[in-house]
Structures are given as C-alpha cells and as structure tokens.
T-cell receptor, first 120, second 112 residues
Framework: GAVVSQHPSWVICKSGTSVKIECRSLDFQATTMFWYRQFPKKSLMLMATSNEGSKATYEQGVEKDKFLINHASLTLSTLTVTSAHPEDSSFYIC????????????????FGPGTRLTVL | TQLLEQSPQFLSIQEGENLTVYCNSS?????LQWYRQEPGEGPVLLVTVVTGGEVKKLKRLTFQFGDARKDSSLHITAAQPGDTGLYLCAGAIPTNAGKSTFGDGTTLTVKP
C-alpha cells in the first residue's frame, strides 16, 4: 500500500519550454501533496505544499509563477515548470501525505520515484 | 536554523560492522520517519515511529524514538553493501500544516 507514482521519470527539454510533471497516489487519497527539489548528495528542499481544492503554498524563495502547481483531485497533483532554463535542471520529487495507517495515526509522507529534468 | 540535526553526515564502513545514525531536535514530533534513498530514485519509507520510547526492528535495522519524541536513532547491525544509500530522517510537527522537517541526510557506504 501507499504507492506514489511520478511521470515522467526523466525529461529533456529546450530552454524556454514548459514541462509538466504528474504525481499520483495510487492506492490512497491525499488531500496534501508536497513538491521537493533535490541537488546531488543533498537532502530534500521543500518547494511547495499542494492542497486539493485550494491554492498551493510556496516556500520562501520559490516563484509561484515559475512553478505552477495544480491539485485537481485527491490522487493527482501536477507541477509545471514554465519557461524552463538550465538552472531549473534538477531532480524533482513529490510526496503524498497519509495520516492513518490501519488504525494508527502516523502522518507519513510517501514519495514518488522522482523526475530528472534536464534543460538544454 | 536546522530543526532536525542528523549525524553523521557521511559514514564509510566495512561489511559486517555496526553503525548508528542519530537525529536530534528541540521540537516535539507527532511522528518521525526514516527513509532510504538510492541515487536517481525517490526516498523509500523504512519506518514510522509515533510513540515516545518506541523501538521498531526491521531485520538488521533497529529504530528508536526518544521518550520525549524529540530524537531518534537508526542502528544497523552487520552492515552489508546493499545497505549503501542516503538515509533521511523526517519529523512531522503538529502545528506545521502537515509539512515535515528533514535532516540533512547520512550518506552510508558499506564496502565489501
């Protein structure tokens, strides 16, 4: 249980184009999903919190017009990198928040496999 | 301010050795997770601990949650090369809108 998928797993695009990344919780509903960026050999950097049915909450320093987030349903959140530039190249990871496991309140994030974005 | 301090940052050991990774904070967590991540992949959940003083075992891995729910440790017995990876701890803070605080990670290399 608690499987999160992410698509695509990797993408290469030209500078100036937009790229959409999908994050799906496959076997549970998630009112909250998170988007992270990770640099080589570093921990996760939270970009934004995606809430179903409402606007995303962005962390300080993250441009909301640059990284568009849509949480259209309880199982799907999308991140669109608009007008991508080489400095946007990175490993993007999403997670879905599960509050309960069986009868236990656990408040755990389950991660997708990540998307490697390369902007030429 | 780093809310969750993880140590050591890097660890290189020989196969068969034991090791412990620590996560410490001044904050109280409603739950704490340990993840393992391999290059090019997303973090994989190893365990969630919820109760202060809780100890969980997963084969050769032993996880402990501090009594005050502010710290945790991961102990690996007889490490194997397959244990190599980035280990991350993450704490869920009740008043933080569901966001978790992550440690900086421990890069473990187990040499055969």
């Amino acid at each position: 249980g608690a499987v999160v998928s992410q698509h695509p797993s990797w993408v290469i695009c030209k500078s100036g184009t937009s790229v959409k990344i999908e994050c799906r919780s496959l076997d549970f509903q998630a009112t909250t999903m998170f988007w992270y960026r990770q640099f080589p050999k570093k921990s996760l950097m939270l970009m934004a919190t995606s809430n179903e049915g409402s606007k995303a909450t962005y962390e300080q320093g993250v441009e909301k017009d640059k990284f568009l987030i849509n949480h259209a349903s309880l199982t799907l959140s999308t991140l669109t990198v608009t007008s991508a530039h080489p400095e946007d190249s990175s490993f993007y990871i999403c997670s879905a928040r599960a509050l309960v496991s069986g009868r236990r309140v656990t408040d755990t994030q389950y991660f997708g496999p990540g998307t490697r974005l390369t902007v030429l | 301010t780093q809310l969750l301090e993880q140590s050591p940052q890097f660890l290189s050991i020989q196969e068969g050795e034991n090791l412990t990774v620590y996560c410490n904070s001044s904050s109280v967590f409603s739950s704490l997770q340990w993840y393992r991540q391999e290059p090019g992949e997303g973090p994989v959940l190893l365990v969630t601990v919820v109760t202060g003083g809780e100890v969980k075992k997963l084969k050769r891995l032993t996880f402990q949650f501090g009594d005050a729910r502010k710290d945790s440790s991961l102990h690996i017995t007889a490490a194997q090369p397959g244990d190599t990876g980035l280990y991350l701890c993450a704490g869920a803070i009740p008043t933080n809108a569901g966001k978790s605080t992550f440690g900086d990670g421990t890069t473990l290399t187990v040499k055969p």
